[in-house]
Nanobody, 127 residues
């Protein structure tokens, strides 16, 4: 079983920044899947795709709602994936989840496209 652990969530004012991290303790991302994704779920809404990164070559894909504001990166040495969130808006408030899928394609954006999930970390943006 693959365990994913998110961290870095918290409270921030609109316009501020946060960086989320996703670790796979005792494992390496390349072993279990080549694409790490970030999703979010706001109260009363469905879980939605935020972005993804191909672990092998760093190719990324982002939802239109976060393009230009959010950046996904990975650190091979630390075995960690990051979600840098800038210019945060109140509508970015949600629980953010890290996920993994096998393969190399960052285009799939559905929840069912990802096999492994973390427990999530809360991000709250105040106006």
């Amino acid at each position: 079983q693959v365990q994913l652990v998110e961290s870095g969530g918290g409270f921030v004012q609109a316009g501020g920044s946060l960086r989320l991290s996703c670790d796979a303790p005792g494992r390496t991302f390349g072993t279990f899947g080549s694409v790490a994704g970030w999703f979010r779920q706001a109260p009363g809404k469905e879980r939605e795709f935020v972005g993804a990164i191909n672990w092998s070559d760093g190719t990324t894909n982002y939802a239109d709602s976060v393009k230009g504001r959010f950046t996904i990166s990975r650190d091979n040495a630390r075995n960690t994936v990051y979600l840098q969130m800038n210019s945060l808006k109140p509508e970015d408030t949600a629980v953010y989840y890290c996920a993994l899928r096998r393969g190399f394609n960052t285009q799939p954006t559905g929840v069912r496209d990802y096999a492994y999930w973390g427990q999530g970390t809360q991000v709250t943006v105040s106006s």
